[in-house]
Every structure is written in structure tokens, then in C-alpha cells.
């Protein structure tokens, strides 16, 4: 009997997923190609020039413009390329990056076809992605401290809202730090229960996450209507102001983007750094990893496994309550009933795109933040896309990245798993 | 130094798992613990380490009573435990695990990774243990995994190691190296517990045998006094015939024909990787392997249960490559899950739909969509009879059965019909020696009355005692083929990956 070892003449009955995933990726950017050569390039008078404005207002001028038509020719073209050297499937490997190249393009193209024959703000555009991403970041990095132990937190929507209106009546009573801190605690609280319920309780954690997400809308919407409409005072609660960062935020465009905020955005980076430190480099971090990968493990080597996944959640929800704070104390300083409007579940799906990494969790806060500026600052533009549409980007795009682009990645292998001792 | 259980108790729910039990061991002493699966041997285990706490008995260390509450205290009294199923996080490096729950840190809780690389180094070269410690344990074979573990115990400074199944899982040769730690332990004064159900191990390695059997000790031996034979006795209570009585096989007709097949697992790996035999109708043929060698894979391949990547299956001259698991059945392909609870049964359904799971949509047991239920409990009374299928009644749950007979219930399940293919995957894991017995001598049944047959198992013994011919995996491929007189040491080299076994072709 012969032992075939040569694998190269394996008659295929089928694909790898990944050729598969590539072969389906190949054919949207072909036809995203085919649509920008269309829409974009062929839509256009070849006569318009897109004007992108890379300074903010004060600051000493800067525009770049560029023929409509041209550039979004030449994206066409790329996008086309890359789109034809995925299909062929050599390098199955690099797909990805060909895909966020070939997608940063198209939003280059949409911005200029939007904006031709008028001038556009760039970096109010950027910086605006900037501010947006500090809410989906946080609940990204909340949702990443809890499932790191094994606990799903579908809950930080609700932690976000309650967190928000908090700030709001704590900081117009006592000052704005006053509404920061009841803002992180009640985040807090809000993660006690959600631990309790789905540590001590064993209830299925989505259906936990779900009840608190509901509870926390009809609690808010109720006192908004019926306290905060009649004490309007208790809603106006001021704001964190910003402060340019020294040399880094005198950079054109970048200083612009990155370092003149309010402490939200700074407070935003610092955790990102924090935590990806304390994950990878600490007792703290690797005691927490082994509890969310294989429980049993951690507990036969005498680590608490539930005091680890209690202590995560609690801490999760400080930084969801500090997202909730974002809201109501700097983002705009007024609560509106359902004012997070599901940025938390939008967190959620920023974790997995940021494949529980912090650092991921930052890169992806920056994509949504971005179709989150695009729902915001198009309509202003004037384009001929409903408004209606507009509206639906962030959502949209969440499904196109957790279904298509993320590709296979893996969680922490007791994802949502309860640990029960025998 | 000694290490006492006097006197432990430990009663369930339903359950008197130990009853009175009694062992001690001392430094630089190996002792056996020798029992039937269900003898109550882990329960005993996972008192001494804190992870149950007993209903009455003492744990006594150099004659002070001590009391565990959590693995942590029994860690602290000196206590170690190397598990059956390995307790390691496998996206962690070895030297991340060691220390799991013992780092050693620099100031605010900040990991020192270079002592604790060097801790790992110097453990794995004082015991001759050649484990790295930047290695990520899903990548390592498992008795390297199985060092990781020893190190662990090591750098926690144990006084007593306790081992339990240590070898189920390593090739002949593994055991050999595992044997020699065990033994270099020994010289450095641990006290060891090494757990087994297997009997030549126990002989060859312990100082002194403890049997125990449904929760009592029965008896304690000194290796030199017993044989396998006596060993076997002591254990199960009553004599014990350890070969499988079976006729020279008859092969005819080529029922199984896999060729160049090459399978995924489920991290896009190749786990099986152009693997190409034939099994023919009256022949039983096993493949031997140390487990996570693609095995798994090649029987949900072979099952319909995964959809090959290349290659082709055929059964009886038809393409079954990407047959379904129902169009396999009904091609008569009887299947014995390796894992019995998770993919043999619905433990919360009675034996009769148990029973019925695989044709409950056929004739005559249901007419469209209607069951009748009165005919399935005549198949299940008659299949529980015919399969000595130890049982309270038909109606009762699955899961209030003993592993063996749930074992015979799914056997009764896939045999009652003319069977073409039997593919039976780590048939005997786990369930007493009567079942097993009884197994096996169904299976060679089913070999006599014309089937083919292929046996997948981890414990050589088995494969070796079964099998007319020998298929040995090793990363996917098939290593050697052997027949039925090979010895235990040209099969061993095969599992470790060594092709100096025979018909190995390049094509």
C-alpha cells in the first residue's frame, strides 16, 4: 500500500475557508472598482475640483484640491488592481491589509466625490473621527477587560446610558468632577450586577446583559421625561474644556487630530496603554488571561477565579462609566433619552474587530468613529444620499466588519462560559 | 516524611465514592494507585488536593493533621498534582504557566520574565526535562506538555507528586522518558502517587501497589509478590481474560478505499494530510497514534461529520467524499463516537430515544411525522436485552447509566442492522473491564459476519489486541502499517514519527 506523503497533487474537492473568504473578497472590490469608476469618476463634470481644508480655522492655511474626476480614476484603477491580485490567491495571507488599503481608498474617493466642486474641512473631519471614537473605544476597552476573563458584557450600552445621565444630574448639582466620579461608579455598579448575575447566579450572560440594557433605557427615559424636563437645571451640567498639548499639538493636521482635546481623549489614550501594559506585563494580566482561556487551570494553581472575573467587571464598568461621562460632560452637556443611540453595542463589535487587544480596540474606535463623523458631516455637505441613509452608516459598517472583515479571530477560549467548581 | 489519608469517606448525592480509605506514602517512595475506571482512585485524589473536601477521614502530613481548602493550601503543605487532562492555558508559554499563581515580580506587579525563564531552565536541566521555556504550549507535543506540567510541580517545590493517568496519553518510548523522571524524582526524595489502571506500568515502576475497587482499598501488594494476571484480579474482583479471543481474519472484498485524503482542522490546519488505505470486508484494521495525530479528524471525515479538503472516500465503490453523516448511515456505516457524551448520546434522553436517534425517521418507526413510540420501545427492550445493557428501565435518562452502558447503548444503536462498516473510535475509553470484554468480542461479531472494520485508539494495548492489521498516525500521515505480530517497540518508533517502519513509499 503506498503512503502518499506529496500533498501538491491532492485532487480538491473543495477550498480553504481562507481562499474562499479571498475569492469573495476579490469580487466586492472589483465591483467596489467598478462602482467608484462609476458613480465617483463617470458621475462627476470633469471641470470639479474637491477642495480639502487640512487646517482647522486659526490656524495658518492649508488646503489641498485635487480634479474630482481624476483622483477617483486612479482609486478606481487600484482598487481594481488589488482586487484582481486577491482573486488570483497567492498570497492568501495578505488579503487583509489589501482589503484596508483598497477600503481607506474608497473613502478617499467618497469624500472627494462629495466634495466636488466645493471645499471640505479634512481635518475638522478627522478630528471630529478623533472625538467620536473616544465612546466606542472605551466600551471596546470594557467589554475587552471582561471577556478577558471569560465574562460577555453585552451591557455596556446600558452602562454607557445610565453613566451619561448621572454625569448629567451629579454634574449640574455638584460640579462636573463630581459628575464624572457618580458617572463611574454607577458604570461600576452596573458591572457588579451584571458579575453577580452571571457569576453567582450562572444566568446566561447575554440574556443578563440584555436585561440590564433594557432596564437602563426605560429607567433613564423615564426620569428624563419626567425629572429632568420639569429641573431643567439638573441637565445642564457644563462641560470639560480642552487643552493643547504642548509641541504635539502644534503639528499641522496631526496636532490638529490627535492633541487638542478635552482630558476624555487623553484620559482615552492613557487606558489603551495601561491596559495593554498591565495585560501583557503583569501578575495582574496574566492571572486574568488564564482565568478567561482555561479557568480550571488558574484554579488548580490557587488563583480565584470568580474574585478575578468580579474584580475585572467592576473595573470594565469604571471605564464605561467614564465613557458614559464622555456623553453628557463633554461630547455635548445635556442628556437626551437614548443619547448613546447604540454606540456600546458598536464598543462591543470595536472589541472583536480590535481583536481583544487594546490596541485594537483603539484602531477600531477610529474606524467607527469615522462613520460616525461621516453620518454627522455629510449631511452638511449637502450630497445627493438621503439623510436616512446617512444615518445608518456607523450600523452598516458594523456588520460589514464583524461579518466580512474581521475573518476568523479567535476569543479567549472561555468566552462566556460560566466556572463551576466540583 | 510521610503523606497519610486515614479513614477517608466521601459520599455524593446517591454516590459513596470512597469508603474508608487508607494510603500513605514517604519520600523517596513510589506507591500505585491501582483501580477500574469509577473505582473512586480521582475522587480520592482531588480530596488530597483540596478540590473536595471528605465526609469524614483525616489528611495527615509527617503525622499533623491538615485540612485543605483550596488547591492553594494543598500547593502550600507541599503537594502536587499532575492531572490527567493537563491544567496549562495553551496560548501561554511554558514559562507563563509555570509560573501561573507563583510569579515572580519586580516591583507593582510587574512580571520578571527572565527569572522566570530562568527558573523553567534550570528545573528542566537539574531533571534532564529539555523543555524551552519560550515555547507555546499549543504548539508542544503532549509529553512535552506533560514536563511542563512535572516543572510546575517542581518550582512549586513538592514534596509529594502525585501522577494521575500519566501515561494514557504518550507513546511506548514517552513512557520510557517518563519512567526515568519518575525515577530521578524518586532519587531526590519526592514521595510519588502514581495512578493507573494500567497493570505492566504499575509492576515496573511502583515500589508498592494499592488496589482499590468500588471505593474501598481491597489491597496493597509489593510488585514482586503479583503478576498481571493476579493484578487484574485483585482489581476487578474476579478473573479476567486480557486477550481478545478472535479467529484468524478472513479479508475480502475492499469495502473502505480512502485515497490522497487530506483534511482541515478546525484551525484551518491540515490534520490529516494525503492519507491513502483500504479496509477490506472480515479484516480489522486499527490505527494506533499518540492522540491529537489527526485522528479525530479522519473519522469525522470518514463519518460525513467534515467535509474533506481533497482526496476521496469510497465505500463499496461509490464516492462517499461528500456524503453526509445520514447518507453514510444509511450506506450501513456504524459509528463509535470517541467521545460518548458529547457525540454518542443525548444524556437527557431516555435509552429508547437514544436508541432510535440514528433511524427514528425510517419505517416502521415513524409514518411521516408521526412517531410511533410503541414500536421504538419494542426496538429498545429487544436491543437492551440483546446487548446486556445494565439499565433500570428504557425510560430512564441515559446520563443515570454507567459508562459502559452507555457505551453498549450506542453499540446497540449502530449494530443492529446489516453492517457494512463499523468505524468505532476510542470504544472502550473510560468503562470497566466486563464492558470492555464485551465490546470487543462485538466487534469481533461484527467482523465475522462480514463487515469491515476500523478501530481508532490511543491505547496501543487495545489496538494491538484487536487489530489483523495496524495503521500507526503520526502528524497527519500514516507513519507505518504493521501486522497483527508487530511488537510493541517497532510500533512505538512509528508513533513517535520514525519511518524506519515499513511500506513507506514516496509516490
Given amino acids: ?33 467598478a462602482f467608484v469608476l462609476w458613480v465617483f469618476a463617470l458621475g462627476v463634470d470633469s471641470s470639479y475640483v474637491s477642495t480639502f481644508n487640512l487646517s482647522l480655522p486659526g490656524d495658518p492655511d492649508l488646503t489641498w484640491a485635487v480634479s474630482s474626476q481624476v483622483l477617483s480614476f486612479v482609486v478606481a ?226 488563583i480565584d477565579v470568580y474574585w478575578t472575573r468580579y474584580r475585572n467587571v467592576v473595573l470594565g464598568g469604571l471605564i464605561a462609566g467614564f465613557g458614559g461621562a464622555f456623553l453628557t460632560l463633554a461630547q455635548v452637556s445635556r442628556f437626551e433619552e437614548n443619547l448613546t443611540a447604540g454606540i456600546g453595542y458598536i464598543g462591543l463589535a470595536a472589541m472583536i474587530f480590535g481583536r481583544w487587544m487594546p490596541f485594537g480596540a483603539l484602531g477600531a474606535g477610529l474606524v467607527f468613529g469615522f462613520a460616525l463623523t461621516l453620518q454627522q458631516k455629510l449631511g452638511i455637505l449637502g450630497t445627493p444620499i438621503p439623510s436616512e441613509f446617512l444615518s445608518m452608516t456607523p450600523y452598516l459598517v458594523t456588520i460589514i466588519v464583524v461579518a466580512g472583515v474581521v475573518g476568523r479571530s479567535r476569543p479567549p477560549a472561555a468566552d462566556g462560559q460560566p466556572y463551576i467548581k466540583d | 516524611m510521610e503523606l497519610a ?124 526535562l529539555d523543555v524551552d521555556p519560550d515555547a507555546i504550549i499549543e504548539d508542544l ?27 494514557s496519553v504518550l507513546t511506548p518510548t514517552e513512557v520510557e522518558g517518563f519512567f526515568e523522571i519518575v525515577q530521578s524524582l524518586k532519587a531526590d526524595g519526592k514521595g510519588i502517587i502514581f495512578i493507573s489502571h494500567k497493570l505492566g506500568e504499575a509492576l515496573e515502576i511502583a515500589d508498592r501497589i494499592v488496589i482499590m475497587r468500588r471505593g474501598k482499598t481491597v489491597a496493597e501488594v509489593l510488585p514482586r509478590d503479583v503478576d498481571e494476571a493476579g493484578l487484574a484480579e485483585l482489581m476487578v474482583g474476579r478473573p479476567v481474560d486480557l486477550v481478545v479471543d478472535k479467529a484468524e481474519a478472513e479479508p475480502k472484498d475492499v469495502v473502505l478505499s480512502v485515497e490522497h485524503l487530506t483534511v482541515l482542522d478546525d484551525r484551518n490546519r491540515r490534520a490529516i494530510d494525503g492519507v491513502s488505505f483500504q479496509v477490506r470486508s472480515g479484516e480489522i484494521v486499527g490505527i494506533a497514534g499518540v492522540q491529537g495525530n489527526g485522528q479525530t479528524e479522519l473519522v469525522e471525515a470518514l463519518t460525513g461529520l467534515r467535509t474533506p479538503l481533497g482526496g476521496r472516500v469510497m465505500l463499496k465503490g461509490d464516492d462517499m467524499t461528500v456524503a453526509s453523516p445520514r447518507a453514510m448511515h444509511q450506506a450501513n456505516v456504524a459509528h463509535v463516537p470517541e467521545d460518548r457524551q458529547k457525540s454518542g448520546l443525548v444524556l437527557p434522553f431516555t435509552v429508547t430515544e437514544n436508541i432510535v436517534l440514528n433511524s427514528y425517521y425510517e419505517r416502521p418507526l415513524s409514518r411521516g411525522v408521526i412517531m410511533d413510540w410503541d414500536e421504538a420501545r419494542d426496538r429498545a427492550t429487544r436491543l437492551v436485552e440483546e446487548y446486556d445493557v445494565r439499565t433500570p428501565g428504557i425510560e430512564v435518562p441515559v446520563s443515570n447509566l454507567s459508562g459502559g452502558n452507555q457505551q453498549k447503548v450506542i453499540v446497540a444503536r449502530e449494530f443492529d442492522r446489516d453492517v457494512a462498516l463499523v468505524i468505532a473510535s476510542q470504544p472502550t475509553r473510560g468503562i470497566d473491564v466486563g464492558s470492555i470484554e464485551y465490546i470487543h468480542s462485538r466487534i469481533v461479531e461484527e467482523r465475522d459476519l462480514g463487515a469491515a472494520v476500523l478501530i481508532v485508539s490511543s491505547e496501543l494495548d487495545e489496538v494491538m489486541a484487536l487489530s489483523d492489521r495496524i495503521l500507526v498516525m503520526y502528524e497527519g500521515k500514516i507513519a507505518g502499517e504493521f501486522d497483527a505480530t508487530a511488537s510493541t517497540t517497532e510500533i512505538g518508533l512509528a508513533m513517535l514519527g520514525s519511518t524506519e517502519g515499513q511500506n513507506e513509499q514516496a509516490s
Fill in chain 1, 77 to 302: 484603477a487600484i482598487i481594481a488592481f488589488i482586487g484582481g491580485w486577491v482573486l488570483r490567491r497567492t498570497h492568501v495571507k495578505w488579503t487583509n491589509l489589501g482589503l484596508a488599503i483598497a477600503l481607506t481608498l474608497f473613502a478617499l474617493a467618497f469624500l472627494t466625490w462629495a466634495a466636488a466642486d466645493k471645499s471640505f474641512s479634512l481635518v475638522g473631519m478627522l478630528r471630529s473621527t478623533v472625538i467620536l471614537s473616544v465612546p466606542v473605544t472605551l466600551g471596546a476597552l470594557t467589554g475587552l477587560m471582561c471577556e478577558r476573563v471569560a465574562i460577555i458584557n453585552i451591557a455596556i450600552e446600558g452602562q454607557l446610558l445610565t453613566a451619561a445621565f448621572v454625569g448629567t444630574v451629579a454634574g449640574s448639582a455638584w460640579g462636573i468632577w463630581a459628575g464624572l466620579i457618580g458617572a463611574m461608579l454607577t458604570g461600576a455598579i452596573l458591572g457588579l450586577v451584571l458579575a453577580v448575575l452571571s457569576i453567582r447566579y450562572r444566568i446566561d450572560q447575554i440574556i443578563a446583559g440584555v436585561v440590564i440594557n433594557i432596564f437602563a433605557l426605560g429607567l433613564t427615559s423615564f426620569l428624563a421625561r419626567r425629572v429632568l424636563s420639569v429641573t431643567p437645571e439638573l441637565n445642564s451640567p457644563g462641560r470639560f474644556s480642552s487643552h493643547k498639548i504642548p509641541l504635539l499639538g502644534d503639528i499641522p493636521v496631526l496636532g490638529s487630530m490627535f492633541f487638542n482635546h478635552n482630558m476624555f481623549v487623553y484620559g482615552t489614550y492613557a487606558l489603551v496603554l495601561i491596559l495593554h501594559f498591565g495585560f501583557f506585563y503583569t501578575r495582574w494580566g496574566l492571572r486574568s488571561r488564564a482565568v478567561g482561556e482555561h479557568p480550571k487551570a488558574a484554579d488548580t494553581v490557587g
Fill in chain 1, 1 to 33: 500500500m503506498a503512503v502518499t506523503t506529496s500533498t501538491d497533487i491532492v485532487e480538491k474537492v473543495r477550498s480553504t475557508p481562507e481562499e474562499r473568504r479571498a475569492t469573495a473578497i476579490g469580487i466586492v472590490l472589483v465591483a467596489i472598482a
Fill in chain 2, 5 to 128: 489519608l486515614t479513614g477517608i469517606t466521601k459520599q455524593f448525592p446517591g454516590v459513596l465514592a470512597n469508603d474508608n480509605v487508607n494510603l500513605t506514602v514517604s519520600e523517596g517512595e513510589i506507591v500505585a494507585l491501582l483501580g477500574e475506571n469509577g473505582a473512586g482512585k480521582t475522587t480520592l485524589m482531588n480530596i488530597l488536593y483540596g478540590l473536595y473536601h471528605p465526609t469524614s477521614g483525616t489528611v495527615e502530613i509527617d503525622g499533623k493533621p491538615v485540612q485543605f481548602h483550596s488547591p492553594g493550601d494543598a500547593i502550600k503543605a507541599g503537594i502536587g498534582m499532575v492531572h490527567q487532562h493537563f491544567m496549562l492555558v495553551p496560548v501561554f508559554t511554558v514559562a507563563e504557566n509555570v509560573i501561573l499563581g507563583d510569579e515572580p515580580t519586580k516591583r507593582a506587579g510587574i512580571i520578571n520574565r527572565a527569572k522566570a525563564k530562568k527558573t523553567v531552565t534550570e528545573i528542566s536541566r537539574r531533571y534532564k
Fill in chain 2, 141 to 167: 507535543p503532549v509529553g512535552i506538555q506533560q514536563r511542563v506540567e512535572i516543572i510546575k510541580v517542581l518550582e512549586r517545590q513538592a514534596r509529594f507528586v502525585v501522577f494521575d493517568e500519566p501515561t
